[in-house]
């Protein structure tokens, strides 16, 4: 079935320090999205990014469509920027769905 | 303002018993989505609808129905609750071909 890659599963920065999250999709995709959670709370869309570049304050989302990846690049991190990112792609050809990965745990301490 | 709500936010259901978690949207998408999110599996679709009228099974359907009776509101029901389906459940809502999708708040349902 459709699987996403999603590294590093978990990862500790000073505060101050940038991060690099990367994902791995299995089959083409038309989209992807990355997604912010905090602990018992919803899923907030950073970026829909079906490919290219965006840019969001200190967040910037790249998708490459022909090497079925995207990495979502924090800079200067901060204490809040701790919680649980998750991408999730939609299969070319398939129902809209939206497959995820299992997610990158970003702790950041001052 | 909130475009997707759920209710309730929480429930505790006995095993056996019937359970309806509702969603409501305000963002006009015709598809809307069920989720469910556990430790160890990530989230996992379980059923869709690409419009009032329809819905589809996703990938973990078994044990669940859905209802899409307009636009606006879509429920996933669980006819005889047990307590394999104690998670947290998101609803979303999503436009055409591939668009990007909006999630609601999210319901933790325990069931014992």
């Known amino acids: 079935g459709q699987q996403v890659q999603q590294s590093p599963a978990s990862l500790v920065l000073q505060e101050g320090e940038n991060a690099e999250l990367q994902c791995n999709f299995s089959t083409s995709l038309n989209s992807m999205q990355w997604f912010y959670q905090r602990p018992g709370g919803s899923l907030v869309s950073l970026f829909y990014?079906?490919?290219g570049t965006k840019h969001s304050g200190r967040l910037t989302s790249t998708t490459v469509i022909k090497e079925r990846r995207s990495s979502l690049h924090i800079s200067s991190s901060q204490t809040t920027d701790s919680g649980t990112y998750l991408c999730a792609f939609m299969a070319t050809g398939g129902n809209n769905k939206l497959t995820f990965g299992q997610g990158t745990v970003l702790s950041v301490i001052p | 303002e909130a475009a997707v709500t759920q209710s309730p936010r929480n429930k505790v259901a006995v095993t056996g018993g019937k359970v309806t978690l509702s969603c409501n949207q305000t963002?006009?998408?015709?598809?809307m989505y069920w989720y469910r999110q556990d430790t160890g599996h990530g989230l996992r679709l379980i059923h869709y609808?690409?419009?009032?009228?329809?819905?589809e099974k996703g990938d973990i359907p078994d044990g669940y129905k859905a209802s899409r009776p307009s636009q606006e509101n879509f429920s996933l029901i669980l006819e005889l609750a047990t307590p394999s389906q104690t998670s947290v459940y998101f609803c979303?809502?999503?436009?055409?071909?591939?668009?990007?999708?909006?999630f609601g708040p999210g319901t933790r349902l325990t069931v014992l």
């Open positions: 990014n079906p490919s």
């Open positions: 979303a809502s999503g436009g055409l071909d591939y668009a990007e999708q909006f």
């Open positions: 609808s690409y419009g009032a009228g329809s819905t």
């Open positions: 963002n006009n998408h015709n598809n």
